[in-house]
């Protein structure tokens, strides 16, 4: 049987400890087929011989095939489930998990998917919480596959329901948690009208492990019902749990609202008068986890109101950028950090003037935050919010220059990763941030190396933004040199993928100029020294000629210069050098010029043939093997 039909990916390795672990014979054991040796393990095994069968379970049931599995594994499966006392917990929780793989792949029907139903319900009562859990996540997976049936026959939607009100009047709280989590995606089913009211019942049961799990899911069944003249049912349950003693409940119920979406945003109106009161009293409620959880999903909860882009509803949308700010502001560290991952999503939703009045006061507190965490996600903030068009240039140079700076400064290297990594998007406002500018010149000397890649990956970018002069006189010899050379391969790397933007930045005279006898320098000099010099060269020079046949019609040699130099390569005295030389080739082979065509046939291709027969290394073989295949290609 294949081994990747299990849900890992690869089926269990057989055991001889196993077997030695039951009571028949090996010989007997080698004559059974998968379902006779699954119950033998399952009947007579140890414990471990038990959860050996449940992960074998999808490779017994392949085997089966789906007529025998509905036949004789699944009313095995049933029994298993159903007997008192209960099996293990670690084989009810594989069970579950192992039976979704049967769906569809072995029952497609929906008669066939709700022979599971019986199973998922016994699970859905167990005491033990994980059980529960990979319970609930086979019952919506199921609810998964019957949608693709829908409208499903009454016949099978009366024994949904009818397993709902038993989960949901059990006498044990376990079942109701597990209800909780099965009914929105139920409802989105079945649409049976019943299953609301069910909820609302969760909603309103006396124990608070019910309630935490009717308020976490409450959002799913809101988006489910899809309209405000059926969801008013459970506003008032809603408004309830969001008010609940216990604040557990109220930060579950707070942040299920982030899972109602869109759904709402065409009843601006109605979501002004429910669901805008719930959030302003959550970004002040007196626990902190509850601020916490409703930071977590402030940006999505914004956007479900439905307020963006309607001038009629200007104030309201200052009232919740007013409630974003508190939580900006808030005490707590954790708050603030959640809440901060939102700046951008909410400048997005709020546009120009509601980031001016309201969240740029802010900013300098927050870039200066005693809290790492706190920094290091404001800079990224800044970052996201610059993009989309939302701000204009100039408000972006003004504001975000000196906080960027301040970032490229400061002490821990997680925040000035977070500035070099998106800066490039800012590239062409540069030119309006020189204070920027000298600490990006000073960071390429940083003692962390990955500090040191940012800087390397930004210089070109530099280039861009402030000319090829400032690139040659400023940033050459201190900077990209330097970094070209690091001991560091991932810094090198940065700099050899970097030679695309420089190419098409600079163009190939330039290039020719000022960047080619650079290198051709290092590597002549690199020649008695280090062979990773050596092949940083030949990597440039792969990727400034690829860059050059991606910019066709320019003029200029460059091209043929960098061809040359990693023919030159091919004759190195060390094989991994010969080997990125073949790998460079590779990627010029592939030119359309008539040219470059040209010099493929007449020079490249030899050159690869003469080495594949004498080369000795097995690595260079396979790269001049790869490479004369790419030429054949085209």
Same mark, same amino acid.
């Given at each position: 049987?294949?081994?990747?039909?299990?849900?890992?990916?690869?089926?269990?390795?057989?055991?001889?400890?196993?077997?030695?672990?039951?009571?028949?014979?090996? +010989?007997?054991?080698?004559?059974?087929?998968?379902? &006779?040796?699954?119950?033998?393990?399952? +009947?007579?095994?140890?414990?471990?011989?038990?959860?050996?069968?449940?992960?074998?379970?999808?490779?017994?049931?392949?085997?089966?095939?789906?007529?025998?599995?509905?036949?004789?594994?699944?009313?095995?499966?049933?029994?298993?489930?159903?007997? /008192?006392?209960?099996?293990? @917990?670690?084989?009810?929780?594989?069970?579950?998990?192992?039976?979704?793989?049967?769906?569809?792949?072995?029952?497609?029907?929906?008669?066939?998917?709700?022979?599971? $139903?019986?199973?998922?319900?016994?699970?859905?009562?167990?005491?033990?919480?994980?059980?529960?859990?990979?319970?609930?996540?086979?019952?919506?997976?199921?609810?998964?596959?019957?949608?693709?049936?829908?409208?499903?026959?009454?016949?099978?939607?009366?024994?949904?329901?009818?397993?709902?009100?038993?989960?949901?009047?059990?006498?044990?709280?376990?079942?109701?948690?597990?209800?909780?989590?099965?009914?929105?995606?139920?409802?989105?089913?079945?649409?049976?009208? +019943?299953?609301?009211?069910?909820?609302?019942?969760? *909603?309103? &049961?006396?124990?608070?492990?019910?309630?935490?799990?009717?308020?976490?899911?409450?959002?799913?069944?809101?988006?489910?019902?899809?309209?405000?003249?059926?969801?008013?049912?459970?506003?008032?349950?809603? /408004?309830?749990?969001?008010?609940?003693?216990? &604040?557990?409940?109220?930060?579950?119920? =707070?942040?299920?609202?982030?899972?109602?979406?869109?759904?709402?945003?065409?009843?601006?109106?109605?979501?002004?008068?429910? #669901?805008?009161?719930?959030?302003?009293?959550?970004?002040?409620?007196?626990?902190?986890?509850?601020?916490?959880?409703?930071?977590?999903?402030?940006?999505? %909860?914004?956007?479900?109101?439905?307020?963006?882009?309607?001038?009629?509803? $200007?104030?309201? !949308?200052?009232?919740?950028?007013?409630?974003?700010?508190?939580?900006?502001?808030? %005490?707590?560290?954790?708050?603030?950090?959640?809440?901060?991952?939102?700046?951008?999503?909410?400048?997005?939703?709020?546009?120009?003037?509601?980031?001016?009045?309201?969240?740029?006061?802010?900013?300098?507190?927050?870039?200066?935050?005693? %809290?790492?965490?706190?920094?290091?996600? *404001?800079?990224?903030?800044?970052?996201?919010?610059?993009?989309?068009?939302?701000?204009?240039?100039?408000?972006?140079?003004?504001?975000?220059?000196?906080?960027?700076?301040?970032?490229?400064?400061?002490?821990? /290297?997680?925040?000035?990763?977070?500035?070099?990594?998106?800066?490039?998007?800012?590239?062409?406002?540069?030119?309006?941030?020189?204070?920027? =500018?000298?600490?990006?010149?000073?960071?390429?000397?940083?003692?962390?190396?990955?500090?040191?890649?940012?800087?390397?990956?930004?210089?070109?970018?530099?280039?861009?933004?402030?000319?090829?002069?400032?690139?040659?006189?400023?940033?050459?010899?201190?900077?990209?040199?330097?970094?070209?050379?690091?001991?560091?391969?991932?810094?090198?790397?940065?700099?050899?993928?970097?030679?695309?933007?420089?190419?098409? =930045?600079?163009?190939?005279?330039?290039?020719?100029?000022? #960047?080619?006898?650079?290198?051709?320098?290092?590597?002549?000099?690199?020649?008695?020294?280090?062979?990773?010099?050596?092949?940083?060269?030949?990597?440039?020079?792969?990727?400034?000629?690829?860059?050059?046949?991606?910019?066709?019609?320019?003029?200029?040699?460059?091209?043929?210069?960098?061809?040359?130099?990693?023919?030159?390569?091919?004759?190195?005295?060390?094989?991994?050098?010969?080997?990125?030389?073949?790998?460079?080739?590779?990627? =010029?082979?592939?030119? @359309?010029?008539? &040219?470059?065509?040209?010099?493929?046939?007449?020079? #490249?291709?030899?050159?690869?043939?003469? !080495?594949?027969?004498?080369?000795? @290394?097995?690595?260079? /073989?396979?790269?001049?093997?790869?490479?004369?295949?790419?030429?054949?290609?085209?």
């Amino acid at each position: 049987m294949s081994q990747t039909i299990a849900p890992t990916g690869v089926s269990p390795p057989p055991s001889i400890t196993l077997a030695r672990s039951l009571s028949t014979g090996t +010989d007997e054991l080698s004559g059974m087929g998968p379902f &006779d040796l699954y119950k033998e393990q399952m +009947d007579n095994g140890n414990t471990e011989a038990k959860v050996d069968a449940m992960k074998r379970l999808p490779v017994v049931a392949f085997a089966l095939g789906s007529a025998k599995m509905q036949s004789e594994l699944l009313p095995y499966l049933k029994t298993t489930a159903l007997q /008192q006392p209960p099996i293990e @917990d670690e084989l009810l929780v594989l069970m579950a998990k192992q039976m979704e793989t049967f769906v569809p792949a072995l029952l497609n029907d929906p008669k066939e998917i709700m022979e599971l $139903v019986p199973i998922v319900e016994r699970l859905g009562s167990i005491e033990e919480t994980v059980v529960r859990n990979q319970a609930v996540a086979l019952m919506n997976h199921l609810c998964g596959s019957l949608i693709k049936s829908a409208p499903l026959d009454p016949a099978l939607v009366s024994p949904l329901v009818s397993m709902s009100k038993r989960l949901v009047g059990a006498d044990w709280f376990t079942a109701k948690v597990s209800a909780a989590g099965m009914l929105p995606e139920l409802y989105n089913l079945t649409k049976h009208a +019943d299953l609301p009211y069910l909820y609302k019942e969760l *909603c309103v &049961d006396e124990t608070p492990m019910v309630r935490r799990a009717a308020a976490q899911h409450l959002g799913k069944l809101l988006k489910a019902l899809g309209s405000k003249e059926k969801a008013n049912e459970l506003i008032p349950v809603l /408004q309830q749990l969001a008010r609940d003693e216990q &604040d557990s409940v109220r930060m579950l119920a =707070v942040a299920s609202m982030a899972d109602v979406g869109d759904v709402y945003c065409s009843s601006p109106e109605w979501t002004k008068e429910f #669901i805008l009161p719930l959030l302003k009293d959550a970004s002040t409620d007196l626990s902190w986890r509850v601020r916490h959880n409703l930071s977590k999903v402030f940006g999505a %909860v914004a956007q479900s109101l439905g307020f963006q882009g309607k001038a009629k509803f $200007v104030n309201d !949308q200052s009232l919740v950028m007013a409630c974003f700010v508190s939580l900006l502001a808030d %005490v707590e560290a954790e708050v603030r950090a959640a809440a901060v991952a939102h700046f951008a999503t909410m400048v997005h939703w709020g546009g120009s003037d509601l980031f001016v009045n309201h969240l740029l006061p802010l900013l300098p507190a927050l870039a200066d935050d005693v %809290v790492m965490e706190v920094r290091s996600k *404001c800079a990224l903030a800044i970052m996201e919010s610059s993009e989309g068009g939302t701000l204009e240039d100039t408000l972006i140079v003004q504001s975000f220059g000196p906080l960027i700076e301040s970032f490229l400064q400061d002490e821990f /290297q997680e925040v000035q990763l977070q500035v070099l990594g998106n800066l490039h998007k800012l590239s062409h406002l540069l030119h309006g941030m020189n204070g920027v =500018v000298s600490s990006i010149l000073n960071m390429s000397k940083a003692t962390n190396w990955r500090v040191r890649r940012g800087v390397a990956k930004l210089l070109p970018h530099l280039a861009e933004a402030r000319g090829l002069d400032f690139f040659a006189n400023v940033l050459m010899e201190p900077a990209w040199l330097v970094l070209l050379l690091d001991p560091v391969a991932c810094v090198r790397i940065a700099c050899v993928e970097g030679m695309s933007v420089l190419v098409k =930045v600079a163009g190939q005279e330039w290039m020719s100029q000022q #960047i080619m006898p650079q290198h051709v320098r290092i590597y002549n000099h690199a020649e008695a020294g280090s062979y990773l010099i050596r092949i940083t060269i030949l990597q440039a020079h792969a990727e400034t000629a690829k860059a050059v046949q991606e910019n066709p019609g320019s003029g200029g040699s460059l091209w043929m210069d960098c061809v040359n130099h990693i023919l030159k390569g091919m004759e190195d005295k060390v094989a991994n050098v010969r080997m990125v030389a073949a790998q460079g080739l590779a990627k =010029v082979v592939t030119a @359309d010029e008539p &040219d470059q065509r040209a010099v493929i046939e007449s020079q #490249i291709i030899p050159a690869l043939e003469k !080495q594949l027969a004498d080369e000795t @290394d097995m690595d260079c /073989q396979a790269a001049c093997t790869e490479a004369l295949e790419a030429a054949q290609s085209k």
